[in-house]
T-cell receptor, first 114, second 114 residues
Framework: GESVGLHLPTLSVQEGDNSIINCAYS??????FIWYKQESGKGPQFIID?????DKRQGQRVTVLLNKTVKHLSLQIAATQPGDSAVYFC?????????????FGKGTHLIIQP | DTGVSQNPRHKITKRGQNVTFRCDPI?????LYWYRQTLGQGPEFLTY????????KSRLLSDRFSAERPKGSFSTLEIQRTEQGDSAMYLC????????????FGPGTRLTVT
């Protein structure tokens, strides 16, 4: 079946550097793509979303890029901090205007080196 | 109301027993979702309610699983005749119509079936 997945299970970066987390998706009918952050022992926390008719969206220290040609999604975190250590999931939502169960990928564990 | 709450946080049960989990969403949210997450994987969608109506169920939701949201507020997820494969984190999320795709997750209930 169609799914959302990630390229790397673990990403290690130096504190202060920029982080780029990648995601490949296969369902071209998805309307929204979302990034979640999950810290140990907690539920996923929303970071940012992007609609399928956009190719870039910026938030506070984060930027999401969507390349529909190659079905690729990325999350860029600027000036990575120790508090950014977590597992990051990309997820997709259908065309239900938000009234859909999300399909999550497997996650990338971001490790911050001091 | 500070967020989605789930009870209990941990549950250990013997195979064959029934278990019930509770989710209290953010008070003004009309949508409620249940997900299951196993170690190292992203959450998997189980079912979705809009108010008290169960509108979507995943194929993962076998006959042993049942979810209710009788008054459109809190929800319960029951697993009958538990199996070792049911061991997982069960996550609840809520959202509100017209406020985008962001789903707010609770901390989860960790189920261990021995």
């Amino acid at each position: 079946g169609e799914s959302v997945g990630l390229h790397l299970p673990t990403l290690s970066v130096q504190e202060g550097d920029n982080s780029i987390i990648n995601c490949a998706y296969s369902n071209s009918a998805s309307d929204y793509f979302i990034w979640y952050k999950q810290e140990s022992g907690k539920g996923p926390q929303f970071i940012i979303d992007i609609r399928s008719n956009m190719d870039k969206r910026q938030g506070q220290r984060v930027t999401v890029l969507l390349n529909k040609t190659v079905k690729h999604l990325s999350l860029q975190i600027a000036a990575t901090q120790p508090g950014d250590s977590a597992v990051y999931f990309c997820a997709e939502s259908g065309a239900g205007g938000g009234a859909d169960g999300l399909t999550f990928g497997k996650g990338t564990h971001l490790i911050i080196q001091p | 109301d500070t967020g989605v709450s789930q009870n209990p946080r941990h549950k250990i049960t013997k195979r064959g027993q029934n278990v019930t989990f509770r989710c209290d969403p953010i008070s003004e949210h009309n949508r409620l979702y249940w997900y299951r997450q196993t170690l190292g994987q992203g959450p998997e969608f189980l079912t979705y309610f809009q108010n008290e109506a169960q509108l979507e169920k995943s194929r993962l939701l076998s006959d042993r699983f049942s979810a209710e949201r009788p008054k459109g507020s809190f929800s319960t997820l029951e697993i009958q005749r538990t199996e070792q494969g049911d061991s997982a984190m069960y996550l609840c999320a809520s959202s509100s119509t017209g406020q985008g795709v962001e789903q707010y997750f609770g901390p989860g209930t960790r189920l261990t079936v021995t």
